[in-house]
């Protein structure tokens, strides 16, 4: 048949198919693979292998949605008013600015869904396919139904396969089932309601490879993957409810009672004062629009637009803006161990061989370090210790990982344990290379789970000599010597043996034992070479090390006041080490450690009690992450609220708790799409100290948004205050509905905008995370917006009566009121650039773009005063030399007063 001819099927039952129905269903060869032509056009017609993206919601939603705020309908209404009174070019920049501000939310959408998109080009896998009868290493996205792709031990599995052959093959399938066993493999059919976690004879896309080899074909690409069938039934991740996007809600609901309340109030005492009905609308509308902050959803957008692109730099990106604050109020991270507080790199730390202790020095699969007696260093080989030398030998050749260096860095390919006893050989001057063709391979003994030992055979020196490795319980019995230092054979020194096993096992590391045995015969090895005659040549400790940033992170957010707790699949003993390196906990010893088994015997209100006072989870199923995020959450004893919690995670069974949490965290590297998916924030380097620092910048850029609320709303109270109390006193309103826009949106963007870019204060990481039911402005800063109201009330109507009473046309004195208000602003600007600190405390030039908002800002002051255009559309005057005084001295009066207030509240 030709295969090309029709589309090929991708959903079909594959596990009832036999191997070689499949291969012909394909029309392909298992030793010759796909044609790069027939390949290319597989992929013109299935498409790449990644998941398609989610379609969004259409344009015309997206902008709708920017308008829906209960404060911008306000705005609506005011602008729909003004039209219907006739008053054109009120309501034109009354809209005009509803416009704007929709615009930019509109903008600001989708921007970071644009950098997971390159993350996700940028991670691809490579993978080992058979293409026109070789094997090529290439990138998975490439990959057709009908490849036939190689596996090895580590790899991670890139398409849905059908298995054809394999040797030891096992997966690990818990990003797919949740099931932590690694899995056997084989390639015999199976009854066609075989469940998905017993399909046996398949490999699914986004499992790994943990032990053996094998090849098998690909039935299933991208989104027609078992994964990618999950990944398309999971919801779009919801709107995220943070505690800024909760509190502004409340805010503004609060707003809007009030504003539409005083507007009431003006109406109907300027009604009851016998004054024009539609002079007290207009009066009406020209206090909502100054009491709103217009302002201020585009610069919350924009200020966290700021901080996903600092984060950006920093390898955090961020899925949905308000996931930025999130972080600055986080009281809990739960942290994966592997590859984030760990290098993901299984590392040689000790070694014993010839009775004798030695520690190796470096990290991950750079084969630099050095290798220690005491505080001696080794000589390089030939000259070091004989039994430590067959040691080493022995764990190279007994071994199929391989180690190159490739793109500037050193990787691997096969068992990550294996892989750290070539970079052990390494630095003792041994390479697997030279001596793999030296002393060549005759036969092996795959590992197999039942015997946890692995075994070949090999030709040195015209003799024949098995080497194993495996689980120190397995071969110590089976010994009948050991090596002395010296590399003579001595008795074998059981009790020291299982003592030194034991020390490193409780430092956390895993042990392995290296032996060997001669062969007079040659024969085929078989397990009755592995049941008597070995001879033990040492151990080796290995441990996936912490990275060195993360314990620095862990110190620093302990100091921020932010818990750290650690969830693992690893083995409680590893998890307890790590977590005393790192400073999860004080100390190994003594440490609690709650198993998944433990966990699951725990009801809700026993958990909610062990999860506050455990920091280290082991041996934790994905789904039981979830239970762990909600007892957190929970309210705690006595009504106590719940914590703020941020969850790594990265498998597809992580999604859930990943959508839980307040802030979910996907692993960029390693996650699966769906955890990325149902995650608000993604990590491009996996590491925990990235965390840390997006903390830090959530922590700032929440500190930049409370300085620009506080900054703005004495601007609006004011405004308020003075539209009132012109209606109350029977006096002429002092400044109109469009002079007021034009001071809330100039000045929102030139003076507001540029403390987005004020750099974080000292001491920021060493303040207590912020209560989650705290309000955004405490009582102190709720008595300064009061404050600098009254002032910028007094001042603008003082000098506006001044002017009037001097004789001066109503437009100059709007004029000078309007300019009032804007020095006052300008004059606040610089005292909120700290809420706490006085203003001599705060370095003067550490954010130029206020010095340059503030020049900006008077520029157009003079030009909305001076320039006839302006004049004529805002109701403006020239004013005289003399009222720029007034108005600097007004100004400075208030910046006095201010800091005056600041000083005693300290």
């Known amino acids: 048949m030709n295969p090309s001819a029709a589309p090929l099927p991708q959903l079909r039952q ?147 396969l059908r298995i054809l052959s394999g040797r030891q093959l096992r997966t690990v399938e818990a990003a797919l089932t949740g099931e932590a066993a690694p899995v056997d493999k084989h390639y015999d059919p199976l009854p066609h309601d075989t469940l998905l976690a017993d399909r046996r004879n398949m490999a699914y896309a986004g499992t790994t490879v943990v032990a053996g080899q094998g090849h098998g074909l690909v039935v299933a690409t991208a989104d027609a993957t078992e994964t990618g069938r999950i990944s398309g039934l999971i919801a779009a991740a919801p709107e995220i409810a943070t505690p800024l996007t909760r509190k502004m809600g409340e805010f503004a609901g609060f707003l809007l009672w009030v504003i539409l309340g005083l507007a009431a109030l003006t109406f109907v005492i300027g009604v009851l004062r016998g004054e024009s009905w539609v002079a007290m609308l207009m009066a009406a509308v020209a206090l909502a629009v100054g009491a709103i902050p217009e302002g201020l959803p585009a610069a919350m957008s924009i200020t966290l637009a700021i901080g996903v692109g600092r984060m950006a730099k920093r390898r955090a990106i961020i899925r949905h803006l308000p996931a930025v604050e999130a972080l600055g109020s986080t009281t809990v991270i739960c942290s994966d161990k592997t590859g984030t507080l760990t290098e993901n790199a299984m590392t040689v730390t000790a070694l014993w061989a010839g009775g004798q202790h030695f520690s190796v020095e470096g990290q991950g699969y750079k084969p630099e370090g050095t290798i220690r007696r005491g505080e001696l260093a080794v000589p390089p080989a030939p000259t070091f210790p004989q039994a430590l030398r067959e040691t080493l030998i022995a764990g190279t050749l007994c071994n199929d990982a391989a180690l190159y260096h490739e793109h500037r860095q050193w990787q691997i390919t096969g068992d990550p344990t294996e892989a750290a006893l070539l970079v052990a050989a390494r630095k003792a001057g041994l390479d697997e290379a030279t001596l793999r063709q030296a002393f060549a391979r005759r036969d092996e003994l795959p590992f197999d789970s039942a015997r946890q030992t692995m075994a070949t055979l090999h030709e040195v020196e015209g003799e024949h000599v098995a080497y194993a490795k495996g689980a120190l319980e397995r071969l110590l019995p089976a010994c009948r010597a050991m090596l002395a230092d010296d590399g003579s054979e001595v008795a074998l020194d059981v009790a020291q043996a299982e003592a030194t096993a034991r020390d490193m096992a409780a430092r956390g590391l895993r042990v392995l034992a290296l032996a060997r045995r001669h062969r007079q015969d040659g024969a085929a090895l078989d397990d009755a070479v592995l049941e008597s005659g070995l001879v033990l040549l040492g151990l080796v400790g290995m441990i996936d090390p912490p990275r060195p940033r993360a314990i620095s992170a862990v110190r620093a957010c302990h100091a921020a006041g932010i818990t750290v707790k650690m969830i693992t699949g690893d083995h409680a003993e590893t998890a307890r080490a790590i977590a005393a390196q ?96 149902a995650a608000a924030m993604v990590l491009t380097d996996d590491n925990f100290a990235t965390i840390e620092a997006a903390v830090e910048e959530g922590r700032g850029i929440y500190d930049n948004l409370v300085k620009f609320i506080t900054w703005t709303l004495p601007t609006n109270f004011g405004e308020g205050l003075v539209i009132l109390a012109a209606i109350v006193v029977g006096a002429t ?13 100039t000045t929102a963007v030139l003076l507001g905008l540029p403390l987005a870019f004020e750099p974080a204060e000292r001491g920021i990481m060493r303040r207590p995370p912020r209560p989650p039911a705290a309000p955004v402005l405490d009582g102190v800063l709720v008595g300064r917006v009061v404050l600098v109201g009254v002032l910028m009330l007094a001042g603008s109507f003082g000098l506006f009566l001044l002017a009037l009473e001097r004789g001066q046309a109503m437009a100059e004195a709007r004029t000078v009121a309007m300019n009032v208000f804007v020095a006052i602003e300008i004059a606040y600007l610089f005292s909120c650039r700290s809420l706490r600190l006085p203003l001599g405390a705060i370095p003067l030039f550490s954010n130029p773009w206020v010095w340059a908002g503030a020049g900006a800002q008077f520029a157009l002051q003079l030009l909305i005063t001076y320039w006839s255009p302006m004049n004529a559309a805002f109701g403006t005057a020239p004013i005289r030399l003399q009222a720029w005084g007034e108005i600097a001295a007004v100004a400075a009066m208030a910046m006095l007063v201010i800091e005056i207030e600041k000083r005693l509240r300290r």
């Open 14 to 160: 594959w596990h009832a198919t036999p191997a070689s129905d499949a291969l012909d269903h394909h029309g392909v060869h298992p030793e010759h693979g796909l044609s790069e032509d027939e390949a290319a056009i597989r992929l013109a017609r299935h498409g790449p292998n990644r998941p398609t993206p989610r379609a969004g919601r259409s344009a015309l939603r997206r902008f709708l949605a920017q308008l829906k705020e209960p404060l911008v309908l306000v705005l609506i209404g005011s602008g729909m008013v003004t039209a219907a009174l006739g008053e054109w070019i009120d309501s034109s920049v009354i809209l005009g600015v509803v416009l704007i501000n929709a615009v930019i939310g509109y903008l600001q959408e989708g921007k970071a869904e644009a950098a997971l998109a390159a993350l996700a080009r940028a991670v691809a896998a490579e993978v080992t396919v058979v293409r026109s009868g070789r094997r090529r290493r290439m990138d998975a996205v490439h990959l057709v139904p009908g490849d036939v792709v190689w596996l090895a031990a580590g790899d991670k599995v890139p398409a849905d």
């Open 733 to 745: 309103l002092p400044i109109t509905p469009l002079q007021i826009l034009w001071i809330n949106m």
């Open 582 to 677: 790192i400073g999860i906990v004080p100390q190994a010893q003594g440490a609690t450690v709650l198993t998944g088994r433990e966990l699951a015997r725990l009801d809700d209100a026993a958990l909610r009690a062990a999860v506050r006072r455990v920091n280290v989870f082991a041996r934790v199923e994905p789904e039981q992450k979830l239970r762990l995020v909600r007892a957190l959450q929970a309210e705690g004893a006595g009504g106590t609220p719940g914590e703020i919690v941020a969850m790594t995670g990265d498998g597809v069974n992580d999604a859930p708790a990943l959508k839980q949490a307040d802030i979910g965290i996907a692993m960029g590297q390693g996650g699966t799409d769906v955890a990325k998916e």
